[in-house]
């Protein structure tokens, strides 16, 4: 769980590149701006995020082994389940449209594939979608919290800071308007995936018995 989140964090956060003009809040973003982008960080960043597809994906295949069928009467467990499958996919498309601007801007492998209005359409559809993706993650967080606060599964210090998560991700989005913030989901998944680990939670207690 925390591996996810912290190659997540790489693909989505690390590894973010912006026009350097964008940091003033009245520059518009056009083609022009298209060449001064480096290439590398984004094919860092897209092999990174497949790497936390990766991690999602066996992450939900253990949890399905120890948690969801061991407690199949769980809500939360299903939850988490669902959500981390489905930002595996989500992700994924997302990831995809980083590693292929990695791969076609300039200086990059297939440079000249795509003119730079081409790359700029690359451009816009990542700009936020790997921070949108996220969502499903946040989801799971929720899922975690009522496991802890409803159903007695996780003690109650993971799963009051995973419900943080989830409500600070959906009450940020209500506020602001801005998709992009559910991403918090990437840190908040490496903080309770650490502190679950290291909890007394019956999840885990009793899988190591």
């Given amino acids: 769980m925390s591996a996810a989140g912290l190659l997540g964090m790489v693909g989505t956060l690390f590894t973010d590149q912006r026009p350097a003009g964008e940091a003033s809040g009245d520059y518009t973003v056009s083609v022009r701006d298209i060449p001064d982008l480096d290439h590398l960080p984004f094919r860092i960043g897209g092999f990174g995020g497949f790497l936390c597809v990766a991690a999602l994906l066996v992450f939900a295949a253990v949890w399905r082994r120890h948690v969801s069928q061991r407690y199949d009467w769980s809500i939360g467990a299903s939850i988490v389940s669902f959500g981390a499958v489905a930002a595996a996919g989500t992700l994924t498309l997302a990831y995809g449209w980083k590693g292929a601007l990695g791969n076609y801007l300039h200086g990059a492998i297939e440079e000249g594939t795509y003119d730079d209005a081409g790359l700029y359409t690359y451009y816009v559809m990542n700009d936020f979608s790997p921070f949108i993706a996220a969502l499903p993650l946040a989801v799971a967080l929720g899922g975690i919290a009522w496991m802890g606060l409803r159903e007695g599964l996780v003690t109650r210090g993971p799963a009051v800071l995973a419900g ?46």
């Fill in 164 to 209: 943080l998560v989830c409500l600070l991700a959906f009450v940020a989005v209500a506020a602001t308007g801005v998709p992009g913030l559910p991403f918090v989901a990437l840190p908040g998944f490496v903080l309770v995936g650490s502190w679950l680990s290291l909890s007394r939670s019956r999840i885990v207690k009793e899988d190591l018995s």
